[in-house]
C-alpha cells in the first residue's frame, strides 16, 4: 500500500498539467514525422542538365527514362558543354550528362557507348547517390538493347535483401523511433528527483516511511508508462503511416522495448540523484544522450568504429535495441538474435536500477 500511494502520487504529479502532458505526447509524433522527411539519404527534385550530340534514338530513349526517374525534377537541355559546367558551378543542376556524337551509332553496333556524367563536387553526398541512381539507369537500358556495353558498365545482377527499394525510411524511421523513446525516457526521468530537490519537497523523503527502493520504483514508473505508451503510438505510426512493413514479432519487439526503456530510466535516475537542480540535469542528459547516438550505429555503421570503442559500446542500450527494431521491422529477425541482443538490455537495466536505488539511499541518510 505505500509503495502504491508512492506511485499514485508520481503519477499525478507527473500528469497534473495539461502542459506536461501534451509536451510528452505531442512532440514525439511530431517530430518522427518532421524527422523522418528531413533527415533522409534518398536524393529527389533533381535538376539535370543534358547535351546531346546525338541525334539518333538511343540518346533520346535514355534521356526520356532519366526524365522519368522519381528522382528527377526537371531535364534542361544545353547546347553546348560549357553551359553544363557553367550552370554546374551556380548551383542550378546537381548534375550534367552529355552524350557523345556517335552514341546511338556504337549502341547499334554493339560497341561501348559513351555518356559522359558531371556532378557537383561540393554535395557529394547527393551527387554521389544521383551517380547511383543514374548508373543504373544506364546499366538497365544496356541490358535491355541486348547486353551492349554503356559507359563501360559490366552487366551485374544486384538483389538488395529485405529492403529491394533500398527505401530509406525503412532504415531511417525505426532508427528515429528508438532515439526519440530513449529521450522520452532519460529526460523526465533525469528531473525528477533534481526537481524536488530544487523546490525543497525533496527533503521530505528524508522523514517518509518510503525506502529506497520505493522512492526509486515511484520515480520510475511515470517516465516507463508515458514512453512505452508513446512509443507503441509511433510503432503504428511507421506502420500505417510510413507503410513500412512489421515482419517481425510484435510482442518481442514490444518487450524488448520495455526492458530498453528501463535501462534508459535506470540511467536517468542515476543522473538525476547526483544533479542539484533541473538545467543540470538535463544538461547532464543530453551530455549522455549524444555519446550513446554516435557509438549505435545510428548515424555512422557500428563496424567502422575503432576496435576499442565497439567495446565500449556494448554499454550502450540503444546500440542493442536499434539491432532489435531495425530487425523486427523489415527483416523478420528470429528470436533467437532477438534474445542475444535483449540480455545485454536487462544487465544494463538491472546494473543501472541498482545504482540509482545506492544512490538514492546515500541520499536519503
Not at 502532458?21 to 514525439?28: A, I, T, V
Not at 547535351?51 to 528527377?72: K, M, P, T, Y
Not at 512509443?231 to 503511416?241: C, D, K, P, R, T
Request: proline content about 5%; hydrophobic content about 55%; overall charge neutral.
Amino acid at each position: 500500500m505505500r509503495l502504491a500511494a508512492q506511485i499514485v502520487k508520481e503519477l499525478l504529479s507527473y500528469f497534473r498539467d495539461p502542459g506536461q502532458r501534451l509536451s510528452l505526447f505531442g512532440p514525439p509524433l511530431i517530430q518522427l514525422f518532421v524527422l523522418s522527411s528531413a533527415g533522409t539519404l534518398e536524393v529527389s527534385n533533381v535538376d539535370i542538365a543534358v547535351f546531346n550530340e546525338d541525334s539518333g534514338a538511343a540518346s533520346h530513349e535514355l534521356i526520356e527514362r532519366v526524365r522519368a526517374a522519381h528522382f528527377v525534377h526537371d531535364i534542361i537541355v544545353v547546347d553546348r558543354q560549357a553551359s553544363i559546367t557553367q550552370m554546374i558551378d551556380q548551383r542550378k543542376v546537381l548534375a550534367g550528362i552529355h552524350f557523345a556524337p556517335d552514341f546511338s551509332r556504337d549502341v547499334a553496333a554493339g560497341r561501348p557507348a559513351s555518356v559522359q556524367a558531371l556532378i557537383d563536387g561540393r554535395r557529394a553526398n547527393a551527387g554521389q547517390i544521383a551517380l547511383s541512381y543514374l548508373q543504373t539507369i544506364v546499366g538497365d537500358y544496356g541490358a535491355e538493347i541486348g547486353g551492349a556495353s554503356v559507359v563501360g558498365m559490366p552487366q551485374a545482377e544486384v538483389r538488395h535483401w529485405f529492403n529491394q527499394n533500398l527505401l530509406y525510411f525503412w532504415f531511417f524511421v525505426p532508427g528515429m523511433l528508438g532515439v526519440l523513446v530513449m529521450f522520452l525516457s532519460l529526460v523526465p526521468t533525469a528531473t525528477s528527483i533534481a526537481k524536488e530537490r530544487e523546490l525543497g519537497t525533496f527533503d521530505q523523503l528524508l522523514v517518509s516511511p518510503s525506502t529506497p527502493i520505493e522512492i526509486v520504483i515511484a520515480k520510475s514508473v511515470p517516465s516507463f508508462v508515458s514512453a512505452t505508451v508513446v512509443g507503441s503510438m509511433m510503432i503504428a505510426v511507421s506502420v500505417y503511416v510510413f507503410r513500412i512493413p512489421m515482419l517481425g514479432s510484435l510482442p518481442l519487439l514490444m518487450g524488448c522495448m520495455m526492458l530498453f526503456i528501463l535501462s534508459v530510466v535506470g540511467v536517468g535516475l542515476m543522473l538525476s540523484s547526483i544533479c542539484a537542480t533541473q538545467q543540470q540535469a538535463i544538461l547532464g542528459s543530453f551530455a549522455i544522450a549524444y555519446p550513446l547516438i554516435l557509438t549505435s550505429g545510428f548515424a555512422t555503421p557500428f563496424e567502422n568504429m575503432p576496435h576499442w570503442l565497439q567495446i565500449v559500446a556494448q554499454a550502450s542500450p540503444l546500440k542493442h535495441f536499434l539491432i532489435i527494431i531495425q530487425g523486427s521491422f523489415a527483416k523478420a529477425m528470429p528470436p533467437a538474435d532477438i534474445l542475444a541482443n535483449a540480455w545485454p538490455l536487462v544487465i544494463i537495466a538491472v546494473v543501472t536500477m541498482s545504482l540509482a536505488i545506492v544512490i538514492v539511499k546515500r541520499k536519503l541518510q
